[in-house]
């Protein structure tokens, strides 16, 4: 993995095999770029950017989900059912 602001050049080049040879040579340029725009959350972690550490991040447990019953409760009070 290369750091944020790494340029990377690659070369490519096409040949065949005509009488006489053809041959093509273009470049293209490559800049490592942070995928966190907001300098607020610059920790990539689990395809989300986080204000503190990945190592963080994978210590917190998760809040489990909330989960709402639909079902009516009846309170007999003691008078038996």
Do not use: W
Request: aromatic share 6%; net charge positive.
């Amino acid at each position: 993995m290369q750091p944020v602001g790494t340029t990377i050049v690659l070369g490519f080049q096409a040949c065949d095999n005509n009488d006489p040879p053809g041959m093509a040579y273009t470049q293209r340029t490559i800049v490592i770029t942070s995928p966190c725009p907001n300098p607020d959350k610059p920790y990539y972690c689990n395809k989300q950017c986080y204000s503190t550490t990945c190592e963080a991040v994978n210590t917190i447990a998760p809040i489990p989900p909330v989960r709402h019953s639909t079902h009516t409760h009846t309170h007999t009070h003691g008078r038996g059912l």
